[in-house]
């Protein structure tokens, strides 16, 4: 069975660091990737980042690029979301998700199993 945990959300003022963890039973199948998404209240679900098991490439929505980091831990199963220079418009519940064969994307419509979820909230 395919599991993802998501856990290090929080409440962070802005310009502060999280780091959120995606643990998942995904690690012992090929050609996968994690996605990283958020939906904030009244607003659809939007991809965040993601990242490909196979070689590593990762994405990233403009709207993060350079304060984001997507990494992954194989030993522990587990996928990093590093979050710096954190914006009150950041605030959201946070999923990780993963998909086979896509290769690393922002589409949240091509992943197949989901986590339930972390809360970020950034104040001003």
């Known amino acids: 069975e395919v599991q993802l945990v998501e856990s290090g959300g929080g409440l962070v003022q802005a310009g502060g660091s999280l780091r959120l963890s995606c643990a998942t039973s995904c690690f012992t199948f090929d050609d996968y990737a994690i996605g990283w998404f958020r939906q904030a209240p009244g607003k659809e679900r939007e991809g965040v980042s993601a990242?490909?098991?196979?070689?590593?490439?990762?994405v990233y929505a403009d709207s993060v690029k350079g304060r984001f980091t997507i990494s992954s831990d194989n030993a522990k199963n587990t996928v990093y979301l590093q979050m710096n220079s954190l914006k009150p418009e950041d605030t959201a519940v946070y999923y990780c998700?993963?998909?086979w064969g896509v290769g690393a994307s922002l589409g949240r419509h091509e992943y197949d199993y989901w986590g339930q979820g972390t809360q970020v909230t950034v104040s001003s």
């Open positions: 998700a993963v998909q």
């Open positions: 990242i490909s098991s196979s070689d590593g490439y990762t």
